[in-house]
């Protein structure tokens, strides 16, 4: 089966080139306009590095893999780096990378941190964790390499954890994997930290504790895994603390990697013929933060989709938005602090949620999901400058109307045969909830209110007796801290994905997939999490920014890839595309400080414009034919789409039991 590319999946920008004086020099104008301005113009070092494709799409020799965000910067004059890690993953289940961090012999208030792999041969993606004892600090995971070899580099900003920094920590970074005969990819890292100091630093949490499995004293991954584990920590805050934030981490794995594109329960057995039974409890998931056994906050997630999901052709060389660096979430508790500061232990408990429907159009909140979610937590804690200081108030007024729920679902079967054919279903869910209290600190008396409001729209079309597969889902949400310091997020996931398991008369199976997603996130206020803006001090005096009152990121990943496995082996295609813009929002006028537009062919990036602060960064082009064909490791429908026959892929990180 073979994809024709439609307006909403695929668009095209054509730019051409002339050569002048043997450089290439834009001929005619682009859909985003660039200035004429020289590359090497910019007075800042652009850390994301990025390598020109090769002219030859096949056979690429050690080909960089990237995923597309907004640029880290650093002074060209930063020296003081520590190398935190210099390890090879091979069989590395249960056993991760263990060391020692030393602050160094300089004075810093930001700090960058540098993550390269290299890895060729065959192998699953794997998550990977990263921990400072038993906190953890950093969630990504691996592109899927080929028989030429990739690589691949991410920096990201950590000076959010300054509380860590300066102090030594014991570093945990879990990646697990396995080798043998037919998965042979080494993940070969290199992890550094730069440290320096720049103008308008963030103001660092006075002290940040984890909600974690704990298990870092002795060398262990901390991570819980629900629903196997009960993801609760008992402990007593100082009580002085003036601002509390909590961040939760979670992502699906196994049977609930794509948790997006699950069935309502009572459909699970629609298809067995075919693709086996479907995983359940609706396309809806829910992360809870519970305190002291009350609802505190919520995260509807992002539906990362692991490079190798749907068809693994989809991610090569441009990986899924998020994939190489998970967002956690934000829910502010500061109301809660008249209750926290009491000087007694408190109950902190992260929990994930699907839909059980009751056959009437509606249904409710489950108290568990499948096999497994992935999840740890951490309080952002600011403390009033006396140590004797304690913060008092009102216990919380928590608004929490039930989540409005609708269900619906059509099974149709063969008018002969009496087989299904056909599942139409839909799961629309809505929800707000207020927190509100009155505390006293040492600065005086404020009234704190976190507000969350979302709202999610999930269609599902099986046809072909299950051999098709459609999902068409949007997540809405805003979340907003009123009080002292002011926090608004604003965000929207839209999904569109097509998926096929066909299985030819010759024994191969054929995976063709589609998909366009995105990523629409608006931050004002003051997050606990870089927001993006903190580099522009370090731009020249005349393209300083600003001042700005928040962000805005807006990104679409489109593309569509084959798969072909069978008896010798397998092989695929695919080709993807991102457009990603990053603006700094302000009452005079939004301001695009980053825009980049990527298009990739078979493993060769065919189109890539890259926009820093009005000023052209990388362009660069190359020539892709339809039928070149790489090869890839083996995957399973299961593995790769959730459904069909095989098994998911093994559960590798360390957990916390």
Not at 176 to 199: C, H, P, Q, R
Not at 223 to 231: H, L, T, Y
Not at 503 to 510: A, E, N
Not at 593 to 622: C, I, P
Request: hydrophobic share 35%.
């Amino acid at each position: 089966m073979h994809f024709r590319a439609t307006g909403s999946i695929l668009y095209a920008v054509c730019i051409l080139y002339a050569q002048v004086d043997g450089h290439p020099h834009v001929q005619d104008v682009p859909r985003h306009p660039v200035p004429a301005i020289a590359i090497n113009s910019p007075k800042f070092d652009l850390v994301k590095y990025q390598a020109a494709p090769s002219p030859t799409p096949s056979p690429i020799q050690n080909q960089e893999f990237f995923q597309v965000y907004q640029p880290v910067l650093k002074p060209k004059n930063a020296r003081c780096e520590v190398l935190l890690m210099e390890h090879q993953f091979a069989w590395s289940y249960g056993i991760p990378f263990v060391g020692n961090y030393t602050p160094p012999n300089c004075t810093f208030n930001r700090v960058i941190m540098n993550f390269t792999v290299a890895s060729r041969g065959r192998q699953f993606d794997r998550l990977a964790l990263m921990y400072l004892g038993d906190t953890e600090v950093w969630r990504t995971s691996t592109a899927e390499p080929t028989a030429n070899g990739i690589f691949w580099t991410y920096v990201k900003d950590m000076t959010q954890y300054m509380y860590f920094w300066k102090s030594p920590q014991k570093i945990i970074f879990d990646l697990g994997n396995l080798v043998d005969d037919t998965y042979t990819g080494i993940w070969n890292t290199t992890l550094t930290a730069t440290f320096f100091t720049a103008e308008e630093p963030p103001e660092p949490a006075s002290l940040i504790v984890p909600i974690s499995a704990r298990k870092g004293a002795s060398s262990e991954a901390s991570v819980f895994m629900i629903p196997s584990q009960n993801a609760t920590n008992s402990l007593s805050l100082p009580q002085n603390v003036n601002r509390a934030v909590f961040s939760v981490s979670a992502c699906g794995q196994a049977t609930e990697e794509f948790w997006w594109a699950n069935v309502l329960e009572s459909d699970i057995h629609s298809f067995e013929p075919v693709v086996g039974t479907l995983y359940g409890l609706s396309p809806f998931r829910e992360v809870q933060v519970y305190i002291d056994g009350q609802l505190a906050g919520v995260q509807w997630p992002f539906p990362v989709i692991f490079t190798g999901g749907i068809t693994p052709g989809l991610w090569r060389p441009i990986v899924g938005i998020d994939a190489f660096d998970l967002r956690e979430h934000e829910i502010d508790i500061t109301p809660w602090l008249p209750v926290l500061c009491d000087g007694k232990e408190h109950t902190f408990e992260i929990k994930v949620a699907g839909i059980l429907e009751d056959g009437e159009g509606s249904g409710t909140l489950t108290s568990s999901v499948g096999n497994s979610w992935y999840v740890t937590g951490k309080i952002f804690l600011w403390l009033d400058s006396d140590p004797a200081s304690v913060t008092t108030g009102r216990a919380p007024t928590i608004l929490l109307p039930a989540p409005v729920i609708s269900t619906s679902h059509i099974l149709t079967q063969n008018s002969t045969t009496g087989v299904n054919e056909t599942l139409e279903y839909t799961t629309n869910v809505s929800r707000s909830l207020s927190i509100s209290s009155l505390i006293t600190t040492q600065s005086g008396t404020r009234l704190s209110t976190w507000t969350q409001s979302l709202s999610v729209k999930n269609f599902g079309l099986y046809t072909q007796a299950g051999a098709v597969q459609q999902n068409n889902q949007t997540t809405t949400g805003t979340d907003l801290s009123t009080g002292e310091p002011y926090y608004k997020a604003t965000y929207s996931y839209p999904l569109y994905a097509l998926s096929t398991y066909f299985v030819k008369p010759d024994g191969f199976f054929t995976l063709d997939g589609a998909i366009t997603y995105g990523n629409h996130l608006s931050i004002s206020g003051t997050p606990v999490f870089p927001t993006g803006l903190q580099p522009s001090s370090l731009l020249s005096p005349t393209q300083k920014l600003g001042p700005f009152s928040g962000t805005s990121l807006s990104t679409t990943l489109h593309g569509t890839g084959h798969y072909l496995s069978g008896p010798g082996g397998s092989s695929g295609f695919g080709s993807t595309g991102q457009e990603l813009s990053f603006k700094g929002l302000s009452s005079g006028g939004d301001k695009e400080l980053y825009y980049r537009h990527v298009e990739a062919v078979n493993l060769t990036v065919v189109e890539d414009l890259e926009v820093l602060n009005g000023m052209s960064v990388s362009k660069a082009l190359a020539s892709a034919t339809g039928q070149v064909k790489s090869l890839f490791g083996e995957t399973s429908p299961k593995a790769a789409l959730g459904r069909g026959p095989g098994e998911v892929k093994a559960q590798l990180v360390q957990g916390g039991l």
